[in-house]
């Protein structure tokens, strides 16, 4: 708080200083003595440990003119950047108003207002501020990752699209990832109206933004699956692994259901033995070509498989997937810790998260495609290495 202080009393002293020039100047001496006794009554407040009265007091009468307009921003940003939401807007409100801003200065001014909306979280005024400053063409760049930041909070995906494209032709950013996501999240909105023609087309688009777009595949491949396609559905998830590997995991259920509802899961079986061909260590594969061979009647060769997987792959899941086939004749004389085993197993998969963020580390259980912690779309990703 004291900061302040030490920023607004130079400030105080400045405008106090001119003015008095101005007044001796112009022969006009009261506002000279109400900045001097504000400064005072500042000055008064700060030494009796009051220092929110202090800035208070100074924020009301000091005067903005050409040679205050910088020290009065960077006041400003300085409270919003300490959370002082209010008094920042009150300052940038107040320059706003000067007639003696240049235009780039009211500029400034008026972007700064509108960070001060954003933290303050009234969206509705933040905008119309961002758009005006898109109009005049000033601060572009800023205002154009705001309303980007706006669109999404409000989950406006078409106003979102429009945003992060004009992002991309101003900055060069790569914004297809993005928004590929948000056409996917037009798709859901769809989908859940049931209008399923509208729904494939957004999909359609995702992948034109960013054909390594996952999401959009695998809503796709449910589409298809819901309609009972599941030729369609498995060139889908196949398609997959060559956008990011990372995702193998999500695949492996509805490919193998696909599989099913064709009746032929010989070939989910071969896909799967050549994907771990592909991919060695991944352990959902490692699981999954586990319980394939269980499946094909061959429990001796899944437990054979697992364990060799698991002496160089070691995982919890595995180690759990192992205890679950059952305890081995041999040591079932000494099924006490085998079971104790089996609980902390348990124990410890229950505790532990299925995704995480590669950007931040967020980590969770559910795989959300826009990270709850960094905001980032597309960086939690399923954990598929052994732990
Ligand atoms: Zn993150």
């Known amino acids: 708080m004291v900061e302040w202080l030490l920023l ?42 009051q220092p929110d009265k202090a800035i208070d007091t100074l924020l009301d009468v000091l ?4 040679d205050t307009v910088e020290p009065h921003l960077a006041l400003g940003n300085l409270f919003r950047r300490r959370g002082e939401v209010g008094r920042a807007i009150r300052v940038h409100q107040n ?12 500029e400034q001014a008026l972007l700064e207002l509108g960070l001060d909306y954003m933290r303050a979280g009234m969206l509705d005024r933040a905008e119309s501020l961002f ?13 154009l990752r705001q309303l980007l930041d706006i669109y999404q909070q409000e989950k406006n995906w078409s106003q979102a699209i429009a945003i992060a494209q004009q992002l991309h032709e101003e900055s060069g950013e790569a914004t297809g990832p993005m928004i590929a996501h948000f056409y996917c999240e037009l798709a859901e909105q769809r989908w859940a109206r049931k ?38 559905a498995i060139r889908c998830l196949r398609r997959v692994e060559g956008q990011d590997p990372d995702y193998l995991p999500e695949i492996l259920k509805p490919l193998s259901e696909c599989y099913q509802g064709l009746d032929r899961q010989d070939e989910f079986f071969s896909w799967l ?17 586990a319980a394939s061979l269980r499946r094909q009647g061959e429990p001796e060769k899944s437990r054979r ?8 792959y070691p995982s919890v899941e595995g180690l759990q997937q192992l205890l679950a086939l059952g305890v081995p004749k041999d040591i079932e004389a000494a099924s006490e810790p085998w079971s104790l085993i089996e609980e902390v ?6 505790a532990k998260s299925s995704y995480a963020c590669c950007f931040c580390g967020f980590s969770g259980k559910y795989c959300y495609w826009q990270c709850p912690g960094c905001k980032r779309w597309g960086t939690v990703k399923p954990f598929a290495g052994n732990t």
Not at 95 to 106: T, V
Not at 204 to 228: F, G, I, N, P, Y
Not at 345 to 350: A, P, S, W
């Open 131 to 143: 758009l005006e400053a898109l109009k005049r063409k000033s601060h572009v760049g800023t205002a």
């Open 273 to 289: 033995a050549e994907a771990l061909e592909r991919h060695p260590g991944c352990t959902p594969l490692i699981l999954a070509q």
């Open 63 to 66: 005067e903005v003119d050409s």
């Open 195 to 232: 209008q399923i023609m509208e729904a494939a087309q957004f999909i359609k688009q995702a992948l034109a933004s960013d054909w390594r777009c996952v999401r959009a595949t695998l809503l796709q491949a449910h589409l298809a699956m819901e309609q009972s396609d599941y030729k369609m």
């Open 8 to 49: 607004l009393l130079p400030v105080a002293a400045a405008s106090g200083w001119l003015a008095g020039r101005r007044s001796a100047e112009s022969a006009h001496g009261s506002s000279h003595s109400q900045l001097n006794s504000a400064y005072f009554a500042g000055l008064n407040y700060l030494l009796n440990e």
């Open 95 to 106: 320059l706003i108003e000067k007639p003696c801003l240049s235009s780039l200065q009211r």
């Open 345 to 350: 197993t348990r124990h410890l998969l229950k």
């Open 305 to 312: 498989f697992l364990l060799e997987q698991l002496r160089q």
